[in-house]
């Protein structure tokens, strides 16, 4: 074959690559091409090979998309998060969660309850990173941000719609649920957004307070007891009662290197320091214990 036969052939090629919307096939079949001819790869080799790479190439750039709109907060990963300081929480669990399959596929919730510090954030969050790196959708966002949101969309009568657009999403880690005011126009569409995903959408909670003190969030006892029953129904819970991780860690920088890791009384430093001199002086030479 001549070279502007070949020249020809390829131009066409780019062409239909365009026009098929295959542009990683377009970006490396000609390396691809050089290599068959040269290894002398049969055709069907050298299509699933192009083929393969579209697909691996399609899902980057989905994960790429899906992380951007899943609005997750930086580094909060499965690797970075101290398990040893939460000794309630399973890694082995957690791992099983990040897989998504079987508790998404049926709408399940997963609600983690603890004080502030101790890391239901990262872990919703470290969570949510794993599952977009499996294919899932998810939307990371404060309770009171969302609930601003769905107010305005109730106000513009567009509740239902605004509700609706959510479902593309798998998960959608609600953070700091306690921290939505106590009136009756939030906690309202909150109940609706929990009762419309109920058994068909995963809902991911973060809360200080445990169930006992949602009447803070709903003022409506009955609204309360019809929001837990419905996220309990099918639901894994982690109760994080732990002292807060950032806490702690702000206690050892302050101490520094050397320092001991609790601080003691003055009355306790003075006890030690007695003992400490007791001791010494049992261990002295009898000599010099008759000065």
Not at 21 to 49: C, N, S
Not at 104 to 121: D, M, R, V, Y
Not at 151 to 179: G, N, V, W
Request: net charge positive; aromatic share 6%; charged share 25%.
């Amino acid at each position: 074959m001549s070279e502007t036969a070949r020249t020809v052939d390829a131009q066409r090629l780019t062409l239909l690559l365009n026009e098929l919307r295959l542009p990683a096939i377009k970006q490396v079949w000609p390396d691809f091409a050089a290599r068959a001819d040269k290894e002398a790869w049969p055709a069907a080799r050298l299509l699933a090979t192009l083929a393969e790479h579209e697909v691996a190439e399609r899902d980057r750039r989905r994960i790429e998309r899906h992380l951007l709109e899943a609005r997750l907060p930086p580094g909060k990963t499965i690797a970075t998060f101290t398990f040893e300081a939460v000794p309630m929480i399973s890694k082995a669990q957690i791992l099983a969660l990040c897989s998504g399959d079987g508790w998404l596929e049926t709408g399940a919730n997963l609600l983690a309850f603890g004080p502030p510090g101790g890391g239901k954030s990262h872990l919703a969050a470290a969570i949510g990173l794993a599952l977009v790196e499996n294919g899932w959708r998810v939307l990371f966002t404060r309770t009171s941000d969302l609930v601003q949101k769905l107010q305005i969309a109730r106000r513009e009568l567009a509740l239902e719609a605004t509700i609706a657009k959510l479902d593309k999403f798998h998960p959608l880690i609600l953070d700091d649920l306690a921290y939505v005011t106590k009136d009756q126009a939030e906690t309202s569409v909150l109940f609706e957004l929990i009762s419309a995903r109920y058994e068909r959408r995963s809902l991911m909670i973060t809360a200080n307070q445990p169930f006992g003190e949602w009447g803070k969030v709903f003022p409506d006892p009955a609204m309360t007891l019809a929001a837990v029953d419905r996220l309990v129904h099918h639901a894994t819970i982690f109760e994080m009662n732990v002292e807060s991780y950032r806490r702690k860690t702000a206690i050892q920088r302050r101490a520094g290197p050397g320092r001991p890791p609790t601080r003691a009384t003055i009355n306790e430093n003075i006890r030690l320091s007695l003992h400490d001199n007791q001791v010494a002086e049992t261990r002295l030479p009898a000599s010099n214990q008759s000065d």
